[in-house]
């Protein structure tokens, strides 16, 4: 689900091309060699191997010509405003957008959470850009939004070979939380954090450091552990070497001898110990459950990266919330025709359903003492 991706110590000897893709779990990496008009051989990530060939598609360009293909040159519709913010701090400053609707305000606002690995604050997964949708669809109801690159996007770099749940997400929430509520024309009172996929399942952990955030938005947040999550959807869809390999990778993570020396290659998508041990005992229901603030679960029914296993639990788990799913859609919350199989994130032209914008849009306005289960499944 990448593009536009820069790599990085690119070697180049003789027929030898090797490559890697810093900030991504599982540090995966490439080693191939150039056979006719094209580029074979093993694409290596968390520990699987699988065979991995390139091809020209069209004539080579010069690198000088060459220019990116930049998602955030598209404007905003009529009546919504911008501005660049800056969200962090050095060494890991990160470039973000606040949008802002027609008004004066003060307006409610939403802090958007990416997913798991690199994202740009547009959320681009081939030609999807689904927080550049909810930025615009909110803002066109009355909602200011900040949205902003994620660390392993912008600092992929210098990632470090030991990190958290807080170094890769958290941190950086709890930053923007205070930058939004101290902007001018903001309702510092109404400010929600909306997370998407890990950003939904990260929750419960925000709750804990933003207890002035005024509630919550899950977008198919996990409710399982993620290795209990990456082991379902692995075993179901990835390649043969790592559908071998993850069952123990996965035991390992929930072994009493997991420690912070356990090589990295051992475990899922080669993600450290440092992660995994800092979530032992972390419940993503019960966290964010404790933390008695209004909370918006979403799910779409076509989901095949968090399912309605998923929804369920924070049904059952967390029953003061409001919950509703959306037939159809798929993990984007956009329109999928029959079953998802992540193929159409790539397809030109989509966006998130109106009427996930709409029911996020109306439970925010909903005052807190009158939060119902209007909007919930019936």
Known sequence: NLKDFKLEVVNYSEKDISFKMPGIPGNPTFKGRMQDDAIKGDFTQGGGSFPFELKRVGDAKPIGDA??????????????????????????????????????????????????????????????????????????????????????????????????????????????????????????????????????????????RCPKAAGFVSLAGS?????????????????????????????????????????????????????WLDLRGYDPVASLSKSKRPTLILQGEADIQVTMTDFGMWKKGFPNATHKSFPKLNHLFMPVAGKSTGVEYYSPGQSVSPDVIQTIAEWIKTPVNAISDAISDK
Do not use: C
Not at 250 to 271: F, H, Q, R, W
């Open 67 to 208: 220019k990116p293909i930049i998602a955030a040159e598209a404007k905003p519709p009529k009546g919504i405003s911008e501005k660049s913010v800056t969200v962090g701090k050095d060494p890991w400053e990160l470039h973000g957008t606040m949008t802002l609707p027609t008004g004066k305000g003060p307006f409610p606002a939403l802090v958007i959470v990416h997913g798991s690995g690199p994202s740009d604050r547009n959320g681009r997964i081939g030609e999807s850009y689904i927080y550049r949708d909810i930025a615009w669809g909110m803002a066109d109801k009355g909602v200011a939004v900040l949205r902003y690159d994620k660390r392993t996007f912008v600092h992929g770099a210098k990632w470090p070979e030991i990190f958290t749940l807080d170094d890769e997400t958290v941190d950086d929430v709890v930053s923007a939380v205070s930058i939004v509520s101290q902007s001018d024309g903001i309702n510092a009172d109404k400010v929600f954090v909306l997370g998407h996929s890990l950003g939904g399942y990260a929750l419960g952990r925000i709750a804990e």
């Open 223 to 275: 409710a399982r552990p993620i290795e209990d999550l990456i082991l379902e959807q692995l075993l179901d869809r990835g390649p043969e070497s790592i559908k071998k390999s993850i069952p123990g990778a996965v035991a390992k993570v929930k072994s009493e001898d997991l420690s912070i020396d356990t090589p990295a290659n051992e475990l899922p998508l080669g993600t450290p110990a440092s992660f």
